[in-house]
């Protein structure tokens, strides 16, 4: 190969590199094509990019478990996705409706905490209740 091939493909790698092409120039519409291709199509995985999962399935049924401490309440885990789309409703009343439509009963709630991922987001609530008697 010439020298002068070579000089000028390394002085396009350093314009582009440096980002010195005008606006409007078929190589900075290059260049802007190549950035978005990067964003859209790039696959998650080669960034190490994962969404925030959940530790446990969504259905309170599923995530039951005895408390030693009160034989007479259950402790349940509530997906935090099933929340997002309440609107400006307590927590606490958010959770209620949930587990009692989930359950078709009745519940009143004890308490209940967040449960975050390693990254601190929340991914779900674990809420101890007790069963009501009608």
């Given amino acids: 190969m010439s020298s002068s091939f070579l000089r000028s493909v390394w002085r396009g ?3 582009a590199v440096f980002w010195t092409y005008r606006r409007g120039s ?3 519409d290059i260049l802007v094509v190549l950035i978005l291709a990067f964003i859209f199509f790039t696959p ?3 960034l190490g990019d994962r969404p925030a999962s ?3 399935n969504a259905n309170p049924g599923s ?3 005895s408390s030693p401490a009160a034989p007479e309440a259950v402790l349940y885990r509530v997906d935090a996705e099933l929340l997002e789309s309440r ?3 307590s927590v606490a009343a958010i959770l209620q409706e949930i587990l009692e439509r989930q359950l ?3 519940l009143k709630l004890r308490s209940f905490a967040p449960v975050k991922n390693a990254q601190g987001v929340v991914v779900g609530y674990d809420v101890l209740v007790e ?3 009608d």
Wanted: glycine content about 8%.
């Fill in 87 to 89: 609107g400006q409703v």
């Fill in 131 to 133: 069963s009501t008697q």
């Fill in 104 to 106: 078709s009963r009745p």
């Fill in 13 to 15: 790698v350093g314009r």
């Fill in 26 to 28: 078929w190589q900075y």
């Fill in 44 to 46: 998650r995985s080669w």
């Fill in 63 to 65: 995530n039951l478990a």
């Fill in 54 to 56: 959940p530790t446990q």
